[in-house]
């Protein structure tokens, strides 16, 4: 019992630690330099720690109206299929996704999603009214020309209506 106990305290108690190489990469470096990031959080399974997730934008408070960044970095592996399954299935949460839709942004991660190793980057950069590129430990993924697929991907943890609101309180400050 004993043993259990610190072994539950050490898994709740690291990501106190996890940010500590700062999550930065060339990519977040070429499009915003040396600036630091705007605020940082952790999605949980269950109470287990998935992956941490940083916002990165050129002005503040953030929005969609201006270039910004997801930095995610994983905690533990993850398959191609259960990447998409998850993102699509957080995704439907929103009322203006249709199924019509739903089904096309599954089709257009399955193009591109990699299967995800622990420590691997997933770096979103959003280009106001042009883009949404993904990058993958700084390579390039995909380049999106679609602001509403933008939208719907970063409102996962952006939305104020998000199923993880500790982490968007952490991106965004506790007061948003």
């Known amino acids: 019992m004993k043993n259990s106990c610190k072994v539950l305290f050490f898994i709740l108690a690291l990501p106190l630690f996890s940010w500590a190489d700062d999550?930065?990469?060339?990519?977040?470096?070429?499009?915003?330099?040396?600036?630091?990031?705007?605020?940082?959080?952790?999605?949980?399974?269950?109470?287990?720690?998935a992956y941490d997730i940083s916002l990165w934008s050129k002005e503040t408070p953030w929005s969609f109206n201006t270039l910004f960044a997801l930095q995610v970095k994983c905690r533990w592996d993850a398959s191609q299929k259960e990447m998409v399954d998850s993102t699509i299935e957080v995704m439907?949460?929103?009322?203006?996704?249709?199924?019509?839709?739903?089904?096309?942004?599954?089709?257009?991660?399955?193009?591109?999603?990699?299967?995800?190793?622990?420590?691997?980057?997933?770096?979103?950069i959003v280009t106001p009214g042009l883009s949404i590129r993904f990058y993958h430990n700084?390579?390039?993924?995909?380049?999106?020309?679609?602001?509403?697929?933008?939208?719907?991907?970063?409102?996962i943890w952006l939305d104020k209506d998000t199923k993880y609101t500790s982490a968007r309180k952490g991106l965004l400050g506790s007061n948003s």
């Open 138 to 155: 700084d390579k390039m993924l995909k380049d999106i020309p679609d602001m509403d697929f933008a939208k719907h991907f970063c409102n």
């Open 23 to 49: 999550c930065s990469n060339s990519v977040i470096k070429q499009y915003f330099g040396d600036q630091s990031k705007m605020g940082q959080g952790t999605v949980y399974k269950f109470v287990i720690p």
């Open 92 to 124: 439907e949460r929103q009322p203006t996704l249709t199924a019509e839709k739903s089904k096309e942004y599954r089709d257009l991660l399955n193009s591109f999603y990699p299967d995800l190793k622990e420590g691997d980057l997933v770096t979103v």
